[in-house]
T-cell receptor
Framework: GAGVSQSPSNKVTEKGKDVELRCDPI?????LYWYRQSLGQGLEFLIY????????KSGLPSDRFSAERTGGSVSTLTIQRTQQEDSAVYLC???????????FGDGTRLSIL | GENVEQHPSTLSVQEGDSAVIKCTYS??????FPWYKQELGKRPQLIID?????GEKKDQRIAVTLNKTAKHFSLHITETQPEDSAVYFC????????????FGKGTLLTVNP
């Protein structure tokens, strides 16, 4: 595809439910990143993938958050037992390699009721 | 860890005027400084970036300057147009890596016709 694709674009769920967010990076990009953007705030780093490995998970807020990447392409971010403070826009980005500019998707707007 | 401060939080200018947004960072090992433009409800888009071995970079009406000694960098937009209205984010790579971006909280730029 032409750019980073994320799905769903919007997700509304009840507190306590699990959610799964998907990211399709730009073809050929080996590096993939997840960020979280809360209302009126900057972007907060969550996790970085190089290929299928995650050398840096330091931004994941708690053990309710996990992410995986398969085939060096698609990544999923899973949030278990969602809480209201998880409400935010979750953005995915990819780059050809670690040292090159990051290109973002449109994000998934997650709302926890 | 890295901390990035961005000022001002809001900026209103008349069409044709210049706009300047300033950021400071804390980690002297940071070596990559991108700027993103985010229109309402859309993805952040990279507009310009600079690496620490360069003091200034220009692309048409947009320029970025970097002062490594003072640990600050600035975005300059000349001859502003209404379509420049958006939120602008600065970022810095943390700990000398190029992947872990720490973002400022953003500047809402409004260009009045």
């Amino acid at each position: 595809g032409a750019g980073v694709s994320q799905s769903p674009s919007n997700k509304v769920t009840e507190k306590g439910k699990d959610v799964e967010l998907r990211c399709d990076p730009i073809s050929g990009h080996t590096a993939l990143y997840w960020y979280r953007q809360s209302l009126g705030q900057g972007l907060e780093f969550l996790i970085y993938f190089q290929g299928n490995s995650a050398p840096d998970k330091s931004g994941l807020p708690s053990d309710r958050f996990s992410a995986e990447r398969t085939g060096g392409s698609v990544s999923t971010l899973t949030i278990q037992r969602t809480q209201q403070e998880d409400s935010a826009v979750y953005l995915c980005a990819s780059s050809p390699s670690q040292s090159q500019p990051q290109h973002f998707g449109d994000g998934t707007r997650l709302s926890i009721l | 860890g890295e901390n990035v401060e961005q000022h001002p939080s809001t900026l209103s200018v008349q069409e044709g005027d210049s706009a300047v947004i300033k950021c400071t960072y804390s980690d002297s090992a940071s070596n990559y400084f991108p700027w993103y433009k985010q229109e309402l409800g859309k993805r952040p888009q990279l507009i310009i970036d600079i690496r620490s071995n360069v003091g200034e970079k220009k692309d048409q009406r947009i320029a970025v300057t970097l002062n490594k000694t003072a640990k600050h960098f600035s975005l300059h937009i000349t001859e502003t147009q209404p379509e420049d209205s958006a939120v602008y984010f600065c970022a810095a790579s943390a700990g000398g890596s190029n992947y872990k971006l720490t973002f400022g909280k953003g500047t809402l730029l409004t260009v009045n016709p």
